[in-house]
């Protein structure tokens, strides 16, 4: 546990967020959205070093968490499950992924440890952190993760990014499953596609910037809120198909 995260005094009149990834870009913006709607925030970063998350929990100390987790590691999400034990999660949303540092290559091109390294960073982790803290999450309550229009099978006209493109379908196939075994509950599921937007991952020549996508998109979650089953959807609102 860092030191933002004891002098946070969470109040349970809020509603709670646990979103894994807002250390930067996207998933700063949108925890300093949620904080402004006064929830309670818990953001997750990886390793020790001060992020801009930090300066965000200094300005509300009242309304932000960190924790540590590297969702890659399985001990890491073990402890936090372990230190989050007992708290309701009204939203569960997991942001954290990665791109290959070569995006342009073929699937043939790339090499197997780079396949590996994506596929299990931004499929398989974030649905291995959903099924760890699932139960935390009441029926009303929202589980989502952050996927792409990229994702979609149905929309890829062009090909390119096709490493990437691969581990989203990936995850929004685990998430399709994931939404299977949970029919019989109330939760709301969502896949959401932010749109290509300027962050060190997006690169500086996406269209959209930051508060073009994310204010919006904060939006569209709080208004999935107690409508069941699972939706694929930009940072609009609009389906996204499959």
């Known amino acids: 546990m860092t030191p933002s995260c004891a002098t ?7 509603p709670t967020l646990l979103l894994v990834g807002a250390s930067r870009g996207l998933g700063l913006a949108m925890a300093a959205e949620f904080v402004g709607k006064g929830w309670q925030v818990i953001g997750t970063v990886r390793g020790s070093r001060r992020t801009p998350l930090h300066d965000l929990a200094e300005a509300h ?7 540590t987790l590297d969702i890659c590691k399985p001990a890491e999400l073990a402890a936090l499950k372990k230190r989050l034990a007992g708290r309701r999660l009204d939203m ?5 992924g990665t791109a290959n540092p070569q995006p342009m290559q073929t699937i043939g091109e790339v090499s197997t440890e780079d396949f590996t390294r994506l596929m299990i960073t931004n499929a398989l982790s974030p649905m291995r952190v959903i099924e760890a803290l699932e139960e935390q999450v009441p029926e009303t309550g929202l589980i989502g993760v952050m996927s792409s229009g990229q994702g979609s099978i149905a929309n890829n006209e062009r090909g390119l990014r ?9 995850l929004n196939m685990f998430m399709r499953s994931f939404a299977a075994r949970q029919a019989g509950t109330g939760r709301t599921l969502v ?4 749109g290509w937007v300027r962050t060190e991952l997006g690169g500086p020549d996406a269209p959209l910037t930051i508060e073009d996508s994310i204010p919006s998109l904060v939006n569209v979650l709080l ?5 069941p089953g699972l939706q694929y959807l930009d940072y609009l609102g609009r389906t996204v198909p499959w």
Request: net charge positive; no cysteine; hydrophobic share 35%.
């Open 8 to 14: 946070a005094r969470p109040s349970s009149s809020r």
């Open 61 to 67: 100390p009242d309304q932000v968490e960190i924790e």
């Open 92 to 96: 569960l949303f997991v942001n954290a």
């Open 162 to 170: 096709e490493l990437y493109r691969g581990t989203k379908a990936a």
């Open 191 to 194: 896949t959401m596609a932010p």
């Open 223 to 227: 208004a999935q809120q107690g409508k």
